[in-house]
């Protein structure tokens, strides 16, 4: 194989698997299931095999990852319709402590230790089971808590204190360049911009690495210097 060739089915295998990943959605990177694992790992091998195979051409390669992901497409379409199917291939959530009560079955039947329900628990920044009141084991292998009432974080409505409103920060400028859709998005315009960065002494945009923006709390600015120097 050439290595214009090999570049050639690269670029296509890349592009190729760019597309699947945007085709199978966002929730799906950030939630992987175990289906979805083993999904990519063959997806993976699939496209590997094809491209350093010298009698595999550009067409095989495209036909192969286009059969399979087909197929997961349409499993997830079918596990959109059917929750019998969906429960079957992704599994259902397990309530494994329940009323401050561990069920050893529940860890049985998922194959899951006590020693890793405790790192899945530190992972929430629980050491002690004592806190929790309820955990579900999710799909993908994560654990949700809802901790008992005396170990809770208290809400400003607990603690009776007002409730100010918050809202999104944008970011204005990047690495010295002023990003107009954020401007817009907030209904200013660069000459705001300059002015209010004037005022704050910075007048020169060059110097700026990151400028951020919030309505309630004004500019969080971090200057190039900043970064050389370590701050």
Excluded: C
Aim: aromatic share 8%.
């Amino acid at each position: 194989m050439g290595f214009g060739q090999l570049a050639i089915e690269l670029i296509i295998g890349f592009f190729s698997l760019l597309l699947f990943t945007r085709l199978i959605g966002k929730t799906q990177i950030t939630q992987l299931t175990a289906f979805d694992f083993i999904s990519a790992l063959i997806m993976g091998e699939l496209l590997g095999n094809a491209i350093y195979d010298d009698d595999t051409g550009i067409t095989k390669i495209l036909f192969a990852i286009s059969v399979w992901g087909l197929l997961i497409f349409i499993i997830q379409l079918l596990g959109q319709k059917s929750i019998t199917l969906r429960y079957l291939i992704e599994g259902k959530p397990s309530l494994v402590i329940q009323k401050g009560v561990i069920d050893r079955q529940a860890l049985k039947k998922n194959r899951l230790t006590i020693n890793e329900l405790q790192t899945l628990l530190r992972d929430k920044d629980v050491f002690s089971v004592r806190e929790i009141d309820y955990a579900i084991l999710e799909q993908n292998g994560s654990l949700t808590i809802l901790r008992k009432p005396e170990f809770d974080t208290p809400t400003l409505k607990d603690l009776n204190l007002p409730l100010n409103s918050k809202s999104l920060p944008s970011i204005l400028v990047s690495d010295g360049v002023i990003l107009n859709d954020s401007l817009q998005s907030i209904q200013k315009t660069e000459s705001w911009l300059k002015k209010q960065l004037k005022k704050e002494g910075h007048p020169n945009l060059d110097n700026l690495f990151f400028v951020e923006w919030r309505e309630e709390d004004g500019f969080y600015i971090v200057e190039k210097n900043q970064l050389s120097k370590g701050g």
